[in-house]
């Protein structure tokens, strides 16, 4: 197998269908931006790795191993149009060839059905044609394992997972998950179930105290023991989301959080209150579903169209890195459509919005001149200092950026196919450095999912 080292390389409603996109009011001492506001810019160039701590995992300790394709559909669902939750089991597919990938993944499926199915890791393959790569076979097919959460009613839904070994008094590992939808506000949203995707058993949802589902419920890993028990004691689980526009705050949002804590399981709709913010680019002001923050609050190069779907928590020997993974906005961003139009945020009071472009330009939102898939890193010291009082939860920045694109089979977005996302989620076999990251879209409709070992 080729292997190549890395380098350095998106009023709650103002009305249902006129307002989905835009935006609330968040600035600290402005009741909305203004039309100045409107467009902005951002750096294209790599952040430079300035750490606090010594023992961080950069870009170049990557080795890319190659990709594989997903399996057909199974149980009703399928793969096409998804990208969401990915999580590793350690010791699924127990049958398995001896080559190298053992265990197995839990993949949540179409993004509008949001099913979960269980599949097996098959050797990657360094190469961009699709008919070289190997293809995952189906070991559970595809299931619900919320307990009816998602529905057809519901708009741009999300669903993020993460297998854990028993924790408390637990007697089996579980399947936690965090579902959400796109306009959201303080609702149960996290919830566990069992491995048997034919008997999910699923417990929940519960509700984030105090905290807006902005901020709580789309990606979701495994914090490292060793962490957990120096920084956050007892938690394990790490969850947040880093919504387009300012309602989660200007970055990627992160919270430690340990639900078997407040019961096993806790009641339905109950309130988890423990709950430790790591990672919050902005202030939750009680009662207040949006973030409030300004610019002194944000992520380095943060622009609105900004969307990271997935995050895991590495280590690899002594180092470690906690890193999100998603499509970067580059040059102008603005709101409106994607073909340049801009809405201004004022037009309807004064009747001077401009016509709706024609397909596929008709899909009001945030929007950029360019997209880069990306990886960025995060000193999990700095965390640490987070959940210790002794740092701002909108302190942190990246130390570096890995740049994705030339390891994508198609790293362009596609409005006709309603590609809007490059990247998805990510899942880590900590064992042995394997992180795994899916590519939307990449196979027809289909995801590929792509592999890194991570050196230590």
Request: aromatic share 12%; charged share 20%; proline share 9%.
């Amino acid at each position: 197998m080729r292997r190549r080292r890395l380098f350095w390389p998106i009023l709650l409603v103002l009305t249902a269908i006129l307002a989905c996109n835009l935006p609330g009011d968040m600035e600290l001492g402005a009741s909305e931006p203004t039309p100045a506001e409107n467009t902005k810019s951002a750096p294209t160039s790599p952040m430079p790795a300035t750490p606090l701590s010594s023992e961080v995992i950069y870009p170049d300790d990557f080795i890319y191993l190659g990709a594989f394709r997903l399996p057909g559909p199974s149980g009703g669902a399928n793969w096409d149009y998804s990208g969401h939750g990915l999580t590793y089991y350690p010791v699924g597919n127990p049958g398995g060839p001896d080559d190298g990938f053992p265990g197995s993944l839990y993949g949540v499926g179409h993004d509008q059905q949001l099913q979960v199915s269980e599949i097996s890791i098959p050797v990657p393959v360094d190469s961009k044609n699709l008919d070289d790569l190997n293809t995952a076979a189906t070991l559970q097919p595809f299931a619900d394992i919320t307990g009816g959460a998602i529905t057809e009613e519901l708009a741009l839904p999300r669903l993020g997972l993460e297998y854990l070994p028993p924790q408390g008094d637990q007697s089996t590992g579980k399947l936690h998950f965090a579902w959400g939808q796109h306009i959201q506000a303080f609702e149960p949203s996290h919830g566990w179930s069992e491995l048997d995707l034919s008997n999910p058993q699923p417990a929940g949802t519960w509700v984030f105290d105090g905290y807006t589902n902005y901020v709580t419920n789309d990606y979701l890993f495994e914090i490292p023991a060793a962490w957990a028990a120096a920084n956050a004691p007892g938690k394990l689980l790490a969850t947040g989301r880093a919504r387009e526009g300012l309602w989660s705050g200007r970055g990627p949002a992160l919270f430690a959080y340990a639900p078997w804590e407040d019961g096993n399981p806790p009641p339905p709709q109950a309130t988890l209150s423990s709950v430790k913010p790591l990672l919050l680019y902005g202030e939750q002001v009680e009662g207040i579903p949006d973030i409030v923050s300004d610019e002194t609050m944000a992520m380095e190069g943060y622009l609105d169209p900004d969307h990271w779907w997935g995050g895991a928590w590495l280590t690899a020997g002594d180092k470690s890195t906690v890193i999100f993974v998603g499509t970067k906005a580059l040059g102008e961003a603005w709101y409106g459509f994607a073909n340049g139009v801009v809405w201004d945020y004022d037009c309807v009071d004064d009747n001077s919005c401009p016509e709706v472009p024609e397909w596929p330009y008709d899909d009001r939102g945030f929007w950029a001149d360019d997209y880069q898939a990306q990886i960025i890193f995060y000193d999990p010291a700095d965390l640490a200092a987070v959940a210790r009082g002794e740092m701002e939860s909108w302190e942190p920045q990246p130390y570096a950026t890995l740049a994705l694109d030339e390891y994508l089979i198609d790293p362009e977005i596609d409005l006709e196919n309603y590609k809007y996302d490059l990247v998805g989620a990510a899942a880590y076999d900590r064992e042995r450095g394997y992180l795994y990251i899916i590519e939307r879209l990449a196979d027809e409709y289909k995801s590929v999912i792509h592999v890194f070992g991570v050196e230590g």
